[in-house]
Each structure stands twice: as structure tokens, then as C-alpha cells.
């Protein structure tokens, strides 16, 4: 594991801009995993912006995304099919076509999660994951003791998840109650896996996943056991592991 230290935020994402770039430049046609949530809006920021002066090009990336909330659509401004278009698809020159997403329209759990597995064999795996981590540990919606051998699955959502969630939605039967997630084994077989951490809120999941024991209640404890994992965390996120 090679663990770098950024300053802050700006920091964290900038770094990670430049690592994802560095995949890309080296193989244009890359397999990107990518996340949503708030840990890697700056590094799309980032990489638009260097998108923009033509530094980095993304016709030929194909894109998978981590997870998907199960109901809902691309055009529902909840869903992470809409976070990543307007977060960095629909910015970038990359071909839409070529970005994958779980399918939150597909009511049959078992059909979406057999139909992602396979795309993501379909594309030749993960060349580069992106992974945020979440206070408690968990990556993608892998939450403590999931399974390490799993792959694509659907996962019920903690009811405090759901009732975060509702402000977002005009009725409780609007808000989703389930997601698709890919598996552990899923971001454990990617090439290599970037782990983006920032502030005080991650420092004991920092702490526990990268210097504590590999154990399923801390689940990105296992990337421990992955041969290429970078991990950029700020001071804040660190703070525990001096
Ligand atoms: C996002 C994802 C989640 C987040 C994690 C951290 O696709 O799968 O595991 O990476 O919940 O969320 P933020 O970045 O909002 O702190």
C-alpha cells in the first residue's frame, strides 16, 4: 500500500486528479471504477478542468460505477446515474454509451446484479477503482460484515440511511429502501484501487481499515490484502494514525 498525505481536501482531490489522469494518459482505453458521494467531486472538478485545456481525453474510458440506488432512474437527481453526468460525464468527451451504472429501473435484484458482473467481465475488469470510505468502514454499500467473496448484490438500506434520505423524496414510499452495490470481490479484482479520505469524520475508519486487523466488521480493511492500493487521505483523516 503506498499511503499519501495530502493537506486538505483541494489537496486530496488534486493528487487523485493526477492519478487518475496518469491511468488514462498510459491507457486511453482504461476501465475507470468510479464513486459518487462527496469524497470525489473535487477530483472531477479537477479533471474537467484539465479535460478543458486539453490536457486529458476520454474518448476512448469506459466507466463502472460502484452502486446504484434500486428504483430509481438516471433522471431522478437522486440517483448516482445523475450524480456522475453532472458531476463529470457530461463534461468530459467520454462516450455515455460506454458508462456503466447498476440498473436502479430493474426490479428483479437477481437480473441487475448477474447483468452488472457481467458487464464488468464484459469490459475486461477494473483497471483503476475509485473508492471513497464511509465512517464506518464500508466501500461501495458494503457494509460491516458483508461477505469479502461477494460480488454485485443488493443490499437492504439501514433505516437512519433511509430516513436521511427522505427529505430528498416527496413521499416515504419514494424513498429507495434498497441499492445496488458491486461486491467486495468485485473492487478487490480491480488492477488497482485509489482510496480517497478526507476529514475527521474518516480518521478512525482510516485508522482501522489500513492499521488495524483485516476483519469483515471493518470492510475496506481487506484492501489491506490487495497487491496495488493507493490511498491519498488529508491530515484530518490521518489524524488518528500518527
Ligand atoms: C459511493 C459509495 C460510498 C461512499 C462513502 C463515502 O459510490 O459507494 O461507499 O464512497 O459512503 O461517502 P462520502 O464521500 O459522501 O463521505
Not at 206 to 214: N, W
Request: net charge negative; with cysteine; aromatic share 10%.
Amino acid at each position: 500500500m503506498v499511503l499519501y498525505q495530502a493537506k486538505d481536501y483541494k489537496d486530496m482531490s488534486r493528487k487523485a486528479a493526477n492519478i487518475i489522469s496518469a491511468q488514462v494518459i498510459m491507457k486511453p482505453n482504461a476501465v475507470l471504477g468510479l464513486a459518487t458521494g462527496s469524497t470525489p467531486v473535487g477530483a472531477y472538478e479537477q479533471l474537467v478542468e484539465w479535460y478543458n485545456k486539453g490536457d486529458i481525453d476520454f474518448s476512448q474510458v469506459t466507466s463502472v460505477n460502484l452502486d446504484e440506488y434500486k428504483g430509481l432512474s438516471g433522471d431522478n437527481d437522486q440517483s448516482y446515474r445523475y450524480f456522475m453526468n453532472k458531476n463529470l460525464f457530461d463534461h468530459v468527451n467520454i462516450d455515455k454509451a460506454r458508462t456503466f451504472v447498476p440498473d436502479g429501473t430493474e426490479p428483479d435484484s437477481k437480473v441487475a446484479c448477474a447483468k452488472y458482473n457481467a458487464i464488468i467481465d464484459s469490459v475486461g475488469g477494473i483497471d483503476l477503482q475509485l473508492l471513497g470510505i464511509g465512517g464506518n468502514g464500508h466501500i461501495g454499500f458494503n457494509e460491516p460484515g458483508s461477505a469479502f467473496e461477494s460480488l454485485t448484490h443488493c443490499v437492504a438500506l439501514k433505516e437512519d440511511t433511509i430516513k436521511a434520505n427522505a427529505r430528498f423524496f416527496e413521499t416515504m414510499d419514494d424513498v429507495p429502501k434498497y441499492a445496488y452495490t458491486m461486491g467486495i470481490k468485485n473492487i478487490m479484482s480491480a488492477k488497482k484501487v485509489l482510496l480517497l479520505a478526507s476529514g475527521k469524520n474518516k480518521a478512525k475508519a482510516v485508522y482501522e481499515s489500513f492499521f488495524g486487523p483485516i476483519v469483515p466488521g471493518v470492510p475496506a480493511s481487506v484492501l489491506q490484502l490487495h497487491n496495488d492500493v493507493i490511498v491519498i487521505a488529508d491530515e484530518e483523516a490521518l489524524s488518528l494514525c500518527r
